[in-house]
Structures are given as C-alpha cells and as structure tokens.
C-alpha cells in the first residue's frame, strides 16, 4: 500500500469518527438514547457518575488494543489507533461546542438520525480498514474469521448492553427507540460495507449468444464473459454470458436481449460492489475519476 493511499485511509477514518462522535453527542446524548457496545458503556458510565466518555472510551479500550495487535496485523492496529483516538477528539470537541437541535418532542427523528449518523460513520470507517475499538474490532474479527457480516454482530452484543441501560437509567419508551436507532445503524453499515455502487449480473443463456454478446458490447459498450454450461434436463452443452452492468443500465441491457432473442432465459442479480475495468479502471487499466 503506497503512502497516498495510507493518507487517504486516514482522511476517511478521520471523517467516519467526526460523523459518528456528531450523531453520538447531538442525537443519542442530547435525547438520553442509550447505545450499545462499548459506546453503550461510556454512556452508563456518564449518566451514572458523570464519567465523560471522550476519556471512559479510551481507558475501556486499552484492553483491545492488545487483541487488535495480536489478531489484526500492524496497519489495522494503526487505523484501530486513529479511529479511537479520534473518536475520543471529536466526542470532547462535540461536547463543548455543541449545535443544539431540539428533537425532545420528536424521538423518532431524533432515533432516525442517529442511526444514520452513527451507522455512516462507522461504515466509512471500516470501509478504509479502520475501527473505532471495542466492539468494532470484534465486529471486524468475527467478519474476518466467521464471515459474518460486521452489523449483525454489533446488533448482537448491543442487545446485552441496552438491557444494562434499561435498568439503570432509561425507560422503555426510550429503549425502544435506542432499538431503532441500533438497527438502522447496523443496516448502514452492512450497506456501506457491500458498497454504494450498486450494480446488476446478468446469465444470460440463448442460442443466440454470439450474436447478443456483440450487441451488448457494441451498443453498451460492456465486455461480456462466456462460461461453459450443461443442462442438466436436455444434457446438452450450452454457452452462458455473464454481464455486469450498472443499475442505470440494467434496462438497456434487457431491452437489447429481448431484441436479438426473445426467449432468451436471464437471471438478474444486485452485485453490492464491483471494481476492474469499466466500473474502476478504464481501458488502460487506469484509475477512473469517481
């Protein structure tokens, strides 16, 4: 990995922690919502004996720092660095100078948007290879070696954590909402993590594949892949395209196959993220301006 692209890691974990201290100090903390994890528990510590969670967040993760040595390798224990620390700045920085917003009256926005704020945050940081300690890094271990996605687990381990808040120093009513706020960060971040470019894969299986191939890659300008196939019911060997256009596309695609064969069998599926040429990398294997 070259140097720019280490700065670039860290711009981004820097930005995922801003974003995620914001929504934690103006949505979760100014509307008493609890959270879970290790955030969960600065936010006991800090409505129970006034413990400021810009510091109860780095003493609860001094332990982990350990396991994210051992387990994470060198550069990831680094983005792990950053994306503490960080996160620890910017929740000191966020409580003292605060852009208040009333949402007392309104918890539903105010969940809504800490979900958001929250699960953003956290998506960008991991999409860049860094975490904000605590149960991220076992978030990301148990994704590494279980391959689980990242925001299940959270959701998991938060549920133990809202529990502890609902007998200490939230009602139901606003355990409810911290259960909004949970889920719709944990969708983000899955989302976030499969990538925001969402395009379409396309089998295509027709006699006529030859010849939809080369209107494909004509009139959109796609490359198409052939695979060897065997119909299990006319045990025949049959040519299959696979094609991997943009959502925006997907139409142009099914329009140009229905022209060359209109009993053609297609299967359409979302591709979560996608990279190489076309999509990254333009003919010359050169990066593409996003």
């Known amino acids: 990995m070259n140097q720019g692209l280490q700065a670039k890691n860290i711009?981004?974990?820097?930005?995922?922690?801003?974003i995620f201290s914001f929504g934690l100090v103006h949505f979760n903390m100014e509307n008493n919502l609890a959270e879970g994890g290790f955030t969960g528990i600065t936010l006991l510590l800090y409505n129970l004996f006034s413990i400021d969670p810009s510091y109860s967040n780095l003493i609860l993760n001094i332990p982990v720092f350990f396991i994210g040595w051992?387990?994470?390798?060198?550069?990831?224990?680094?983005?792990?660095?950053?994306?503490?620390?960080?996160?620890?700045?910017?929740?000191?920085?966020?409580?003292?100078?605060?852009?208040?917003?009333?949402?007392?009256?309104?918890?539903?926005?105010?969940?809504?948007?800490?979900?958001?704020?929250?699960?953003?945050?956290?998506g960008i940081?991991?999409?860049?290879?860094?975490?904000?300690?605590g149960v991220d890094i076992?978030?990301?271990?148990v994704h590494k070696y279980r391959q689980v996605s990242m925001g299940k687990t959270m959701f998991l381990f938060d549920a133990g954590v809202i529990l502890a808040s609902i007998l200490t120093y939230i009602d139901y009513r606003e355990a409810m909402y911290t259960l909004v706020v949970v889920f719709i960060a944990s969708r983000v971040i899955d989302f976030m993590q499969e990538g925001a470019y969402a395009a379409r894969g396309a089998m295509i299986i027709s006699s006529a594949h030859e010849e939809i191939?080369?209107?494909?890659?004509?009139?959109?300008?796609?490359?198409?892949?052939?695979?060897?196939?065997?119909?299990?019911?006319?045990?025949?060997?049959?040519?299959v395209l696979y094609c991997v256009v943009g959502r925006n596309e997907i139409v142009r695609l099914k329009n140009i196959i229905q022209a060359v064969d209109p009993?053609?069998?297609?299967?359409?599926?979302?591709?979560?993220?996608?990279?190489?040429?076309?999509f990254t990398l333009d003919e010359n294997k050169q990066p593409i301006e996003q």
Do not use: N
């Not at 940081?125 to 300690?133: A, L, P």
């Open 11 to 18: 711009f981004f974990i820097l930005l995922g922690s801003a």
């Open 70 to 122: 051992k387990l994470l390798g060198r550069r990831s224990f680094y983005y792990t660095l950053v994306g503490t620390f960080s996160v620890s700045l910017f929740l000191w920085i966020f409580q003292r100078w605060q852009l208040h917003i009333p949402l007392h009256d309104d918890l539903f926005l105010a969940a809504l948007f800490a979900g958001v704020f929250i699960g953003t945050g956290l």
């Open 125 to 133: 940081t991991f999409r860049y290879g860094g975490t904000t300690g």
């Open 138 to 141: 076992i978030a990301r271990l």
């Open 213 to 239: 191939a080369e209107e494909i890659h004509k009139r959109m300008d796609r490359g198409v892949t052939i695979l060897k196939g065997y119909g299990s019911f006319t045990k025949q060997e049959r040519d």
């Open 263 to 278: 009993h053609a069998f297609v299967s359409v599926t979302a591709v979560h993220d996608v990279f190489g040429e076309g």
